[in-house]
T-cell receptor, first 113, second 116 residues
Framework: AQSVTQLGSHVSVSEGALVLLRCNYS??????LFWYVQYPNQGLQLLLK??????LVKGINGFEAEFKKSETSFHLTKPSAHMSDAAEYFC???????????FGTGTRLQVFP | DAGVIQSPRHEVTEMGQEVTLRCKPI?????LFWYRQTMMRGLELLIY????????DSGMPEDRFSAKMPNASFSTLKIQPSEPRDSAVYFC??????????????FGEGSRLTVL
């Protein structure tokens, strides 16, 4: 069965510091992977996605993620955190041959001034 | 363009009452998903529809839960009777066949349900 594991339910960084949110996947087939962001009292919105092709994927708001098959990882990074990045971030994998997304448990990012 | 619209945004009810949550997907989208979010279980897929037809309801927790999609622009999720453990945020999301290959979903803002 396909799944994703997010390491760390809470991450705190200072404004301007590097953001690194970890996601590892389990899949016996090439996965479609996603990062979604949820701001307080809002729905989820897509940050970026990996389907095929280039393994370094750029998304909105300066975020990017790299698909590393050898490490079964799809970590989310941003070089310099901004206060507005404070939110909950979800990694997800599309279940093979279905239309279902399986979400991780989420990582809450706090950004301190 | 309007996004996915859910109502009500907040619902407080007493145990045993019927609850109906509503969703209007993005026009032209032919996939509709209902998710539930809780602290303990995270985001769970309850059911999804394609062209108004339920495709997979394996995530519906029990018979108290039912979902319908009478037309392409409206869906309901009903809980009868409601229980305190149903308290959660319920999200509706939609997608189109064009995006099917990538699995991108567009979420509504959610309906926060509290069952006392």
């Amino acid at each position: 069965a396909q799944s994703v594991t997010q390491l760390g339910s809470h991450v705190s960084v200072s404004e301007g510091a590097l953001v690194l949110l970890r996601c590892n996947y389990s899949s016996s087939v090439p996965p479609y992977l996603f990062w979604y962001v949820q701001y307080p009292n809002q729905g989820l919105q897509l940050l970026l996605k990996y389907t095929t092709g280039a393994t370094l994927v750029k998304g909105i708001n300066g975020f990017e993620a790299e698909f590393k098959k050898s490490e079964t990882s799809f970590h989310l990074t941003k070089p310099s955190a901004h206060m507005s990045d404070a939110a909950e971030y979800f990694c997800a994998v599309r279940k093979y041959n279905t239309d279902k997304l399986i979400f991780g448990t989420g990582t809450r990012l706090q950004v301190f001034p | 363009d309007a996004g996915v619209i859910q109502s009500p945004r907040h619902e407080v009810t007493e145990m045993g009452q019927e609850v109906t949550l509503r969703c209007k997907p993005i026009s032209g989208h032919d996939y509709l998903f209902w998710y539930r979010q809780t602290m303990m279980r995270g985001l769970e897929l309850l059911i999804y529809f394609n062209n108004n037809v339920p495709i997979d309801d394996s995530g519906m927790p029990e018979d108290r839960f039912s979902a319908k999609m009478p037309n392409a622009s409206f869906s309901t999720l009903k809980i009868q009777p409601s229980e305190p453990r149903d308290s959660a945020v319920y999200f509706c999301a939609s997608s189109s066949s064009v995006q099917r290959g990538t699995g991108e979903l567009f979420f509504g803002e959610g309906s926060r349900l509290t069952v006392l």
